[in-house]
């Protein structure tokens, strides 16, 4: 599948999408034997022969985390505040990014991997892929919130779509409520609640498609399994949450 000669470039660790692009504007590109120095430019990292500077491009090995992100660690790669970043939690000499993005204050399910297409499939509207939440709040949830939260809230960029809401835990002080959409707007979860009256102290993402943050604790990591990736592809391709078989998982691993 041909992508952005740029993304390639980055995809594989050369530099930044900017200093690819730079590389290429300077000539220091070929694909195929053949020097690229216009933009914008196209390659198949899986058919075509890239090298930069004389030296052939070599494609990353693709590789697949669940991360359980902790508070206060961000989802991009830098942060002008100096904040930690999710990326920094897992040990590979790949160059991961996250997929989607969690804000600092919210916990939970996050993939971070180096396979664009994937990416692309969990993030990009079209494919719908489940993701859920459970967010602790103050004070009783009464059902007239509960109903508009299924029905969709309007927000800046129009009404959410429909959503699954259950209360796990409710009382007159705090509550629990599980909420799963398959939207991606920013910061989505919060702004609904808040727009029926719900002040939120804790969010965490528990699931993404058929993946569960059961078994990792804050701060801890595993690899997904080759069932678990093939999975969330045919989830993304058909719209449902497609359940492998349970496979026995690597010990997870905390970062301190």
């Known amino acids: 599948m041909k992508e952005r000669l740029q993304k390639v470039m980055a995809s594989a660790g050369v ?13 220091a590109v070929s694909v195929n034997g053949k020097v690229v ?18 030296r052939r491009l070599k494609q990353p090995e693709r590789v697949y ?7 206060n660690v961000i989802s991009t790669s830098q ?16 160059r991961v990014y996250c997929v989607g993005r969690l804000d600092a204050d919210t916990t939970g399910l996050l993939i971070l991997t180096n396979d664009a297409e994937l990416t692309n499939l969990l993030t990009h509207p079209r494919y719908e892929v489940p993701k859920t939440y459970v967010a602790k709040v103050v004070g009783q949830v009464d059902e007239r919130a509960i109903e508009r939260l299924k029905k969709g809230i309007w927000l800046a960029e129009g009404k959410t779509e429909t959503a699954a809401v259950k209360v796990l835990k409710g009382g007159r002080d705090e509550s629990l409520i599980e909420i799963t ?6 910061r989505q979860i919060r702004r609904m609640l808040a727009r029926v009256g719900l002040d939120v102290r804790s969010l965490k993402r528990t699931r993404i498609g058929n993946l569960r943050i059961e078994g990792l604790g804050a701060g801890q990591y595993r690899l997904l399994t080759p069932a678990e990736v093939t999975a969330l592809r045919r989830a993304a391709g058909s719209g449902t949450d497609d359940r492998p078989k349970r496979q026995p998982q690597k010990r ?3 970062v301190r």
């Open 15 to 27: 530099a930044s999408r900017r200093q690819c692009e730079e590389l290429i504007l300077q000539g």
């Open 37 to 54: 120095d216009q933009l914008p430019a196209f390659a198949d990292p899986a058919v075509d022969t890239i090298t930069v500077s004389g």
């Open 65 to 71: 985390f669940l991360l359980h992100k902790p508070k």
């Open 79 to 94: 942060d002008p505040k100096g904040r930690r970043s999710a990326v920094d939690l897992v040990p590979t000499s790949e």
């Open 181 to 186: 959409i398959r939207q991606g707007l920013n």
């Open 252 to 254: 997870a691993n905390r």
